[in-house]
């Protein structure tokens, strides 16, 4: 399977604790973006990688989230000091270094923090 | 106002139903994306247009870039077909990376 992969899929863990989401992306693909959905809405854009350079955080990602991507392939999203308000599915996309490419969607990681 | 809004937000249809999705934005765009997420989160990528036209089976999406509307078509819509279709718009913001904003999805439950 080429698509883009997201590890794990489902994640419960308790409030205050840490957790971290992984990402592999289409391998020829240089751009690589992390969303939000939670229930009943649409995505909400997190932050965006060219190769291993970040070139955008949202606003919705405060300083307990970090995203890495340190070789230009994979990604990290972490998330620290958990809340239950982080509860929802974070979806991880990647499409090739041009204007308007499609961009093809990983499964994602569905967080449940209790 | 949301820059990218879809109506309904809910559609329930009879098997064999026409259906569309209505989505319209208010930022300046040259390409939409039509998603499908079915249950269990997965996104797949439908259609990206940035002019007239597009057919893939039963789906039909159209645009109109002068009026910001964009159109979602179903034709002979079956129970597999129920799903969240979300409509999406690179650019926002001024960025030209792609980065999407989303509508809130429209969810259509066909039945038998």
């Known amino acids: 399977d080429t698509g883009v992969s997201q590890d794990p899929r489902h994640k419960i863990t308790k409030r205050g604790q840490n957790v971290t989401f992984r990402c592999d992306p289409i391998s020829e693909h240089n751009r690589l973006y992390w969303y939000r959905q939670t229930l009943g809405q649409g995505p909400e854009f997190l932050t965006y990688?060219?190769?291993?350079?970040?070139?955008?955080k949202s606003r919705l990602l405060s300083d307990r989230f970090s995203a890495e991507r340190p070789k230009g392939s994979f990604s990290t999203l972490e998330i620290q000091r958990t809340e239950q308000g982080d509860s929802a599915m974070y979806l991880c996309?990647?499409?090739?270094?041009?204007?308007?490419?499609?961009?093809?969607f990983g499964p994602g990681t569905r967080l449940t923090v209790l | 106002k949301n820059e990218v809004e879809q109506s309904p937000q809910n559609l329930t249809a009879q098997e064999g139903e026409f259906i569309t999705i209505n989505c319209s934005y208010s930022?300046?765009?040259?390409?939409l994306h039509w998603l499908q997420q079915h249950p269990g989160g997965g996104i797949v990528s439908l259609f990206m247009l940035s002019s007239g036209k597009k057919k893939h089976g039963r789906l039909i999406a159209t645009i109109n870039i002068q009026e910001k509307h964009s159109s979602l078509h179903i034709t002979a819509s079956h129970p597999r077909d129920s799903a969240v279709y979300i409509c999406a718009v690179p650019g926002a913001g001024g960025t030209s990376y792609g980065k999407l904003t989303f509508g809130q999805g429209t969810i259509l439950t066909v039945h038998p």
């Open positions: 930022v300046g765009i040259s390409a």
């Open positions: 996309a990647s499409s090739r270094l041009a204007v308007n490419n499609e961009q093809f």
């Open positions: 990688f060219q190769n291993e350079a970040q070139l955008e």
